[in-house]
């Protein structure tokens, strides 16, 4: 699974710093962006840009199911 990295700052992107890799990187400032979700075919990953800390990745996917919850007046 992935998420859109972008150097687009949005009110809900998710800020990459250089502490959150733990190989690789950015050449400039970007964002997860939780609510853009896919999940690629082999063939189309091309090659890989790194790999963020756990913590991160924990976070973003607490934003992502913000948006895949309910919102509390339709339960």
């Known amino acids: 699974m992935t998420v859109t990295l972008t150097t687009t700052p949005h009110d809900a992107t998710v800020p990459i710093e250089s502490a959150d890799w733990v190989e ?3 050449p400039r400032q970007s964002y997860a962006s939780p609510w853009a979700v896919a999940s690629p075919k082999h063939a189309a990953i091309v090659r890989r840009q790194g790999r963020l ?10 934003t992502m199911q913000t948006y895949l919850d309910p919102p509390a007046d339709t339960q």
């Open 24 to 26: 690789g990187d950015m």
């Open 53 to 62: 800390q756990e913590d991160f990745v924990r976070t973003v996917i607490e």
